[in-house]
């Protein structure tokens, strides 16, 4: 591991696991197409679309049976994992390091 990618983690991913577990502000009318956002795009995020974004990823790689249970610390890992991988892989699509963490 690189002393640069240890240091952004290192930031970032605090960052990260408070915007999946903060209460998001009033939504806007902006829209994220999901399918065309890399994981650059998704780092530079705001907080509050980082944590629609995040929250919608849990919600979509769930089991369709699941309980509707929001679980905070599976939630905050899955944040981490996906800003370790994001950092490391800027110009992939975000759905595609998702696919490849979560599905």
């Known amino acids: 591991m690189t002393r640069r990618f240890t240091a952004v983690t290192t930031l970032l991913a605090p960052t990260l696991v408070a915007a999946a577990l903060g209460f998001a502000s009033p939504a806007t009318a902006e829209k994220i197409d999901l399918s065309t956002t890399t994981c650059k795009q998704f780092l530079t995020s705001s907080k509050d679309d980082i944590t629609i974004t995040l929250a ?48």
Not at 71 to 84: P, Q, R, W
């Open 56 to 103: 919608w990823l849990d919600a979509y790689y769930k089991d369709e049976d699941a309980p509707p249970v929001i679980d905070s610390d599976k939630l905050a890992a899955n944040a981490v994992k996906l800003a370790e991988y994001c950092a490391a892989n800027p110009t992939i699509g975000l759905i595609t390091a998702a696919d490849k963490l979560f599905d």
